[in-house]
């Protein structure tokens, strides 16, 4: 036995060679045998079943046929140049038809010669077709096969140098050739194999390449997707727990002065019930004299910002410095103006660090920051910059995380010897799943409550053809003194259109409401900053009563005086991005209405997605059916930061596999903190043997 044949370079591997090996990393991420052996077929072809062309239905999606080949030939021109073959199996004819490779294909396929030809089946002219199919040609040998046949996913390249779908499988049938059960360690311990019934390792990994039928390939899937799961989940919470363990933070002792003077005297109204919770963790984090690192997920509105702010006074009172950190300039000013105004009565010196903060005041705050002078400095990801350097910063709180990395999180964790208390704030709620998955190395705090006297935001979904009647709402509200906004999609493709749409949106709303009473502010983010920001306080001090805007105004900002949130070709936003804009309306005790004005013709996902605006209001709930219709590959934030590159897991459907995985995992831990029982030392040394190829040792 080699012990270490898994970590050879792949050029090794029988059949592939340097030239091969090169496209093999680039294409597919695959260096070494070990990486082979972890890249799974996406789908198996069943060579038991083999259809008849004369069975092919509309209903039909794959199918396996034998059929000989009649005729090949080229045909069209240009875009259109294609190759057609046409294949007979006794019972009825088919075409194949290929656009690309023309040549090689035509080569390869010989009048009178028989292939297996698979691939998805399509109707034209009530003729079976199949485009692209795969194809094997028939010789005597090929009998039939009891397995399932893998195939491999594949791109162009990799098919260019012969690496399709069906050659990968023939590098896999290789490997599995020079390796054998002694070169795959067990990594789960033997209680959870038992207790969950899984299949072994290397028994599942060669099930899961060849299986030997149906259920076998069933069971070397669960126990992947249990093991990725697992481990994942593992790993998250020995960060958390070594940090617990380990972490050196500072010790907040003292609810001091500036706490008492602010909770008692400045505080503008009763905290809520989970504001006075979530406090309390906080405050039991920051004085337990490790560092804390929190995530904190409340409903838009929950009141979150004064959370923020309670803490970072209590690390003033300790004689820290403490940092806001928001991901736009709009929402960063936002903070500073609210933090000053509930401040205004207090010694406490707050300041504000953006990309447009001018050379000479950026000279004083960094100043301010080095000398202590600053307790709190609010900004955007100027803040991370390296040339900001804090005299004692303590605590750091990044509002609406999700558009944070992983990395920038990592980054303030270094401003300090020390690394700072982190506090992380999302702009919605996550779904549960996801926070188990993706955010197990934080402790988390939910803000389930909303402040009192809010009364539901009403949201009714209307067509353009229902302009009419909304515009008249929207002056009849006007007309009663409120404010109403606007909202305008950005198309990313293209900032032209972006602008040119506003634009268009701004002159049709200003046509609605000619009279000289009536004033609009625009606010988009191609907008020089003073301007967006003089915009921007013409309507928070009422000066306009009309915000037409793209959705640069997305997050955090706060009027309440505005009940009314028209937004324009609704269907075009995604359920996050829709309850957060409401979410700027319902701010004050009137009450507010949120129209959801979409296209006549409205795709089947989007009609879902408008539906769930206008049957509720609670961010919990939106988030859970978001990924639920988007699938968790694309939820935003997690996508860039690699955290749920599952490769055979999926949150969603395998939930509760997630959630027993997770319950496995505390129990474990619980018992055998540093992994030293005889059971659990597979596992300690699969982690340490995966250390430094995880996104998580990156921020250890
Ligand atoms: P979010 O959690 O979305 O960031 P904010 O912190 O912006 O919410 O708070 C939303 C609004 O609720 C603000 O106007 C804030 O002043 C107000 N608010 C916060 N806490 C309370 C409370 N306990 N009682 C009443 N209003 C509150
Ligand atoms: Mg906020």
């Not at 389930?448 to 709402?473: I, K, W």
Request: with cysteine; glycine share 6%.
């Amino acid at each position: 036995m080699n012990p270490d044949i898994l970590n050879t370079p792949i050029e090794y591997l029988k059949g592939v060679g340097p030239v091969k090996a090169d496209i093999l990393k680039k294409e597919a991420g695959i260096f070494t045998f070990d990486d082979l052996l972890h890249y799974f077929p996406f789908r198996y072809i069943d060579r038991t079943r083999i259809t008849t062309i004369k069975e092919l239905a509309h209903t039909t999606e794959y199918a396996l046929i034998t059929g000989k080949i009649i005729t090949t030939e080229v045909l069209g021109v240009k875009r259109s140049r294609r190759l057609v073959a046409t294949i007979t199996d006794g019972t009825g004819y088919m075409e194949l038809v290929w656009f690309q490779g023309i040549y090689f294909i035509e080569k390869m396929l010989h009048p009178g010669d028989t292939f297996q030809i698979f691939g998805k089946v399509t109707f034209f002219m009530d003729k079976p077709q199949m485009s692209h199919p795969e194809l094997q040609k028939v010789t005597t040998d090929s009998g039939p096969k009891d397995y399932l046949e893998p195939v491999y996913p594949s791109t162009e390249k990799l098919k260019m140098r012969h690496l399709g779908g069906r050659q990968i499988a023939a590098l896999t049938s290789a490997l599995f050739q020079q390796i054998s059960e002694k070169d795959i360690n067990e990594n789960l311990p033997q209680s959870l194999i038992q207790q969950f019934k899984l299949m072994g390792r290397w028994e599942a990994l060669r099930q899961i390449h060849f299986p030997k039928d149906k259920a076998s390939h069933d069971q070397s899937v669960r126990r992947l997707k249990f093991e990725e799961l697992f481990l994942a989940q593992l790993s998250m919470a020995m960060v958390r727990l070594r940090r617990h363990q380990q972490s050196k933070g500072f010790v907040f002792e003292t609810v001091g002065e500036y706490f008492n003077e602010f909770y008692n005297h400045q505080l503008p109204f009763m905290l809520t019930g989970a504001q006075k919770k979530v406090l309390k963790e906080i405050r039991k984090d920051l004085g337990i004299g490790r560092q804390m690192n929190r995530l904190l997920q409340g409903d838009v509105g929950s009141g979150k910002t004064l959370v923020a702010l309670l803490s970072m006074l209590i690390a003033a009172d300790n004689g820290y410095q403490s940092c806001l950190m928001a991901p736009t300039e709009i929402l960063a000013r936002q903070h500073y103006d609210s933090l000053t105004s509930l401040l205004k009565n207090m010694p406490v010196k707050v300041d504000l660090l953006t990309g447009s903060t001018s050379a000479k005041e950026r000279k004083e705050i960094l100043q301010g920051c080095l000398d202590g002078s600053i307790h709190i400095l609010t900004g955007t990801h100027a803040l991370i910059e390296d040339t900001v350097k804090f005299n004692n910063l303590g605590l750091a709180i990044i509002d609406e995380q999700h558009r944070f990395g992983v990395e920038q999180r990592a980054k303030l964790w270094r401003k300090n010897k020390i690394a700072p208390h982190i506090l992380v704030m999302t702009a919605t709620p996550i779904p549960r799943t996801l926070t188990l998955a993706a955010y197990g190395d934080m402790d988390y705090s939910v803000m389930d409550e909303l402040p009192p006297g809010r009364t539901p935001v009403m949201t009714v979904h209307r067509s353009a053809y229902h302009r009419n009647e909304v515009m008249h709402f929207v002056r009849s509200e006007i007309d009663k003194g409120r404010q109403a906004y606007f909202i305008y999609p950005l198309i990313e493709e293209s900032a032209k259109m972006d602008y040119e749409n506003l634009m268009k949106g701004y002159e049709e709303v200003k046509s609605y409401f000619p009279e000289p009473q009536y004033w609009i502010s625009m606010v988009h983010g191609k907008q020089k900053s003073e301007l967006k920001q003089t915009n921007m306080d013409r309507f928070v001090t009422g000066d306009t009563q009309i915000m037409v805007s793209t959705t640069v105004i997305e997050v955090g900002v706060n009027v309440p005086n505005a009940t009314v949130m028209v937004i324009e070709s609704a269907e075009r936003f995604g359920l996050p991005q829709l309850h957060q804009l409401r979410g700027r309306v319902g701010r004050g005790s009137e009450k507010s209405y949120c129209i959801l004005l979409s296209g006549l013709k409205v795709s089947e996902d989007a009609k879902q997605r408008l539906s769930i605006m206008c049957e509720t209001n609670d961010g919990f709930k939106i988030a859970e059916k978001d990924l639920e219709l988007r699938g968790p590959g694309d939820i935003e934030g997690t996508r860039q930061s690699g955290l749920l590159n599952f490769k055979v897991a999926n949150i969603l459907e395998d939930k509760n596999i997630l959630q027993a995985a997770h319950d496995s995992v505390e129990e474990l831990l619980a018992n055998d903190p540093e992994l030293s029982n005889p059971d659990n030392t597979c596992l300690r040394s699969y982690l340490l043997q995966k250390k430094g190829k995880t996104v998580w040792s990156k921020i250890l």
